[in-house]
């Protein structure tokens, strides 16, 4: 079949398609090797492990997914310094990103007893589900340095678009933890503990081959004439403030899904598991939309940056095109083969029997999700962090925090899981009705 594109498609779609396509399958080893962890752990006869390390995920949602931002205004920073061919900057957004990273690693590494004891005294959980999920908080928290170095390292790959090195970092790191999962849980019967050890020593192979890319890629003559400038307090200010908007997005996100899975946990630990294995199904979901929220961060950024601006609007367009379609299909397999997915990620049949009851909501979530999530990435593009940043607390206080309420106050598992899809669905008309106030700021051309 033959159709013509109007130019500004034509112009940028291959790129798109090929940066997009990198960055899809980097996020869809993240969840992907959590779905091994959960498919492992559901086998095992007791499933105190499997409710566990849901439980103690709470926490490292909240470390880890929160102090994404890194990841983001790293990206942010490098594809502006990319596009002005400045190496300088290219390489003091590496620097500087690293040191903020790991500051921050030690801080939590310092912390991590405390973290735990408040962490564990306010989640919800039977005794041997605390402690199996402490075993696992104890093993995964000392892998904290690798991380937030590798999402300096993705988000500087991202900037620069070397896709080859942001694959084999996500290749190596996912599926490491796959087979240490085999070893540690399977073959060695480490359990929950095993499970964090796995994801901890995993990090640290794939930051092994990040720094080797970054060897490779850098000219070590110019590091001398610009280490003085890593520690410029006015440029490291400017690069924290850049972020915090940013930062105040993730920590709405994760707080939502942190309370929901808190209040799943006290309506009992059938209810938890059940609703953990749909949760991974979703994540699987928002992780591989948010590979195109990356693409059209950079790429918005990019093209504003450059003058390029009759490419943005179009660039939001296919971004939720290609995001509801990815999203729509995540939504729609496990409602048609129910049996078949989850009897993949348990063998506890009453498990997998609730979990059924609630797939309908899957695809109104993930749909909403992906929407939002490109409004996001389109925002950050733009620098409209305020707007972002009013968004997700509207998202939060109005869209899920009543619902949630009444969930926990009537014990209804239908209720929280609306609380969950009204939030997406806020933050989604929130940031759709910015928009026409933001184009007229940024794409004057749309105005002529």
Same mark, same amino acid.
């Given at each position: 079949?033959?159709?013509?594109?109007?130019?500004?498609?034509?112009?940028?779609?291959?790129?798109?398609?090929?940066?997009?396509?990198?960055?899809?399958?980097?996020?869809?080893?993240?969840?992907?090797?959590?779905?091994?962890?959960?498919?492992?752990?559901?086998?095992?006869?007791?499933?105190?492990?499997?409710?566990?390390?849901?439980?103690?995920?709470?926490?490292?949602?909240?470390?880890?997914?929160?102090?994404?931002?890194?990841?983001?205004?790293?990206?942010?920073?490098?594809?502006?310094?990319?596009?002005?061919?400045?190496?300088?900057?290219?390489?003091?957004?590496?620097?500087?990103?690293?040191?903020?990273?790991?500051?921050?690693?030690?801080?939590?590494?310092?912390?991590?007893?405390?973290?735990?004891? /408040?962490?564990?005294?306010?989640?919800?959980?039977?005794?041997?589900?605390?402690?199996?999920?402490?075993?696992?908080?104890?093993?995964?928290?000392?892998?904290?340095?690798?991380?937030?170095?590798?999402?300096?390292?993705?988000?500087?790959?991202?900037?620069?678009?070397?896709?080859?090195?942001?694959?084999?970092?996500?290749?190596?790191?996912?599926?490491?933890?796959?087979?240490?999962?085999?070893?540690?849980?399977?073959?060695?019967?480490?359990?929950?503990?095993?499970?964090?050890?796995?994801?901890?020593?995993?990090?640290?192979?794939?930051?092994?081959?990040?720094?080797?890319?970054?060897?490779?890629?850098?000219?070590?003559?110019?590091?001398?004439?610009?280490?003085?400038?890593?520690?410029?307090?006015?440029?490291?200010?400017?690069? /924290?403030?850049?972020?915090?908007?940013?930062?105040?997005?993730?920590?709405?996100?994760?707080?939502?899904?942190?309370?929901?899975?808190?209040?799943?946990?006290?309506?009992?630990?059938? /209810?938890?598991?059940?609703?953990?294995?749909?949760?991974?199904?979703?994540?699987?979901?928002?992780?591989?939309?948010?590979?195109?929220?990356?693409?059209?961060?950079?790429?918005?950024?990019?093209?504003?940056?450059?003058?390029?601006?009759?490419?943005?609007?179009?660039?939001?367009?296919?971004?939720?095109?290609?995001?509801?379609?990815?999203?729509?299909?995540?939504?729609?397999?496990?409602?048609?083969?129910?049996?078949?997915?989850?009897?993949?990620?348990?063998?506890?049949?009453?498990?997998?029997?609730?979990?059924?009851?609630?797939?309908?909501?899957?695809?109104?979530?993930?749909?909403?999700?992906?929407?939002?999530?490109?409004?996001?990435?389109?925002?950050?593009?733009?620098?409209?962090?305020?707007?972002?940043?009013?968004?997700?607390?509207?998202?939060?206080?109005?869209?899920?925090?009543?619902?949630?309420?009444?969930?926990?106050?009537?014990?209804?598992?239908?209720?929280?899981?609306?609380?969950?899809?009204?939030?997406?669905?806020?933050?989604?008309?929130?940031?759709?009705?910015?928009?026409?106030?933001?184009?007229?700021?940024?794409?004057?051309?749309?105005?002529?």
């Amino acid at each position: 079949m033959n159709f013509s594109l109007p130019v500004e498609y034509r112009s940028f779609l291959p790129r798109f398609y090929r940066l997009a396509s990198v960055s899809v399958l980097s996020n869809m080893m993240v969840p992907l090797a959590g779905l091994c962890d959960t498919a492992f752990l559901g086998h095992l006869e007791d499933i105190r492990y499997l409710a566990g390390v849901i439980l103690g995920s709470i926490l490292f949602d909240y470390l880890y997914r929160v102090l994404k931002f890194i990841r983001s205004g790293t990206n942010a920073i490098t594809a502006q310094a990319v596009g002005r061919d400045d190496e300088e900057g290219i390489l003091l957004a590496i620097l500087r990103s690293g040191l903020i990273a790991l500051s921050m690693a030690c801080i939590i590494l310092i912390l991590q007893y405390p973290i735990e004891k /408040i962490g564990f005294t306010l989640l919800s959980g039977s005794s041997n589900i605390e402690a199996s999920g402490i075993d696992y908080f104890r093993a995964r928290i000392w892998g904290t340095p690798a991380v937030l170095l590798n999402f300096v390292f993705i988000g500087w790959f991202l900037g620069r678009e070397m896709k080859v090195a942001i694959l084999l970092l996500s290749f190596v790191g996912n599926f490491s933890n796959v087979g240490l999962d085999y070893l540690m849980i399977y073959r060695w019967n480490w359990g929950s503990m095993g499970a964090g050890l796995a994801t901890a020593i995993s990090q640290y192979l794939a930051l092994f081959v990040a720094f080797i890319f970054m060897v490779l890629s850098i000219k070590w003559d110019r590091i001398s004439e610009i280490f003085t400038r890593v520690l410029d307090k006015h440029e490291l200010k400017s690069i /924290i403030a850049l972020k915090g908007n940013i930062l105040i997005r993730f920590l709405a996100l994760i707080s939502t899904y942190s309370l929901f899975t808190n209040l799943s946990a006290l309506l009992g630990t059938e /209810i938890l598991a059940a609703n953990g294995l749909l949760l991974q199904i979703a994540l699987l979901s928002q992780f591989t939309v948010q590979g195109i929220g990356m693409t059209l961060q950079t790429l918005t950024g990019n093209f504003k940056g450059k003058g390029t601006i009759e490419k943005i609007l179009p660039l939001l367009v296919v971004s939720i095109i290609n995001s509801l379609l990815i999203a729509s299909s995540f939504a729609v397999i496990p409602f048609l083969f129910p049996e078949t997915i989850f009897n993949l990620l348990t063998d506890h049949q009453e498990i997998s029997q609730t979990a059924i009851q609630y797939t309908l909501w899957l695809l109104p979530l993930l749909c909403l999700t992906a929407t939002a999530f490109m409004l996001e990435g389109y925002f950050i593009g733009l620098k409209e962090g305020t707007i972002l940043r009013n968004g997700v607390l509207i998202a939060f206080l109005i869209g899920f925090l009543p619902l949630a309420i009444m969930a926990y106050y009537w014990q209804n598992n239908y209720l929280l899981w609306s609380a969950l899809t009204g939030y997406m669905g806020t933050l989604m008309i929130t940031l759709f009705l910015q928009l026409p106030k933001v184009n007229r700021h940024h794409l004057p051309l749309e105005s002529s």
